[in-house]
C-alpha cells in the first residue's frame, strides 16, 4: 500500500476524542472523512461552514457529515468531546450539518463514549443506546444561513455591527437603498425566515456566546438589544427551550471570564463568514 494510500485510509478512520479549549482558540477550517458528532460540556463552540453557522453548546450537540469543511471558535473554557462514525455509518440523517437537543442521559452517554480508555465491547454497547436516543433527539431548528447577496450582507452587517440598536425594516432599507419589500423579499428568499425572525435568531445566538463567557443575564440582554430582563428570558426561552439563567450555569463547569466590549462582525474570511459570530482575538489555532 502506497503512503498516499495510508494516510487517505487513516484520514477517514473515525476518531474520539475529550480535550479543553481556552477562550478565543480557533480551530481552523478542515475536513474529516468520516461523520463527526460534537458536544461541548461546557463552554460554547461556534461552528462555521460557507453556508450557514451553528452554535454547539451543553444544551445541544452537533452532527458535521464527512467531507464538509468547516471550522470552530471557542467562546469561554470549554470542554469539547468528538464521536467519530465511519462514512456508510449514518447515524443522523443529514447531508449538511444539524444540531441536536442533549439530555441529561445523551450528554453522560457523549461523554462516556469519548473517554480514550474506553475498551471496545464497552464503547459498542453505549453506543447502542446513544444511536437509540440520538433518533428519538429534537433537532434544534436555530441557524444562520450565510448571506450571499451583496446587499443582504450590507443589511446584516448594519444590525450586527450594534445589536443594541432596534433596527427597523424601514430603516434597513433605507441604509441600503431598497424598498421595505425588496428587503423582505431578500429575507424570505436567501434565509427562509422574515426579517424580525433573522433579528431574533442572531440576537440569541450572541446571547449563547456571552453567557457562555460570562456574562450576566441582565447584561447579556442589553448588549443583545433587549429593553428589558424580562423580555429577554422571555424570548430566549422560548426559543431555546430553557431560561438563559439555566443555560448560563449549565452542567460542568463555565468559564468566570466576564464581558469586555460589544459583539462586532468583522468582514467575512475564507471561507465567507455569516454577520452574527463574535469576532475574537484568540491565544492560539488549531487543525484537526
Known sequence: MSENSQAEKAAAEPKDSTHAHLAGEVIGRHQHGYHQLLYVSAGVLAVRTGEASWVASSARAMWIPAGIWHQHRVHGHSSVHTLGFAAHDMLLRSRTPVVVAVDALVRELIIACSEPS???????????????????????????????????????????????QPRTAAWLARRIGVSERTLARLFRTEFGMTYPQWRTNIRVFHAMVLLAEGASVSETGRQCGWATTSAFIDTFSRTMGQTPGTYRIG?????????????????????????????KTGPRSHSS
Open 251 to 279: 452542567p460542568g463547569v463555565r468559564s468566570t471570564s466576564r464581558l469586555r466590549g460589544r459583539a462586532t462582525w468583522a468582514p467575512p474570511q475564507d471561507p465567507p463568514g455569516h454577520p452574527g459570530l463574535i469576532q
Open 118 to 164: 474506553l475498551s471496545e465491547q464497552e464503547a459498542r454497547r453505549l453506543r447502542a443506546v446513544l444511536r437509540d436516543r440520538l433518533r428519538r433527539a429534537l433537532v434544534e431548528p436555530l441557524t444562520l444561513p450565510t448571506p450571499t447577496n451583496s446587499l443582504l450582507r450590507q443589511a446584516c452587517s448594519l444590525v450586527t455591527e450594534d445589536l443594541r
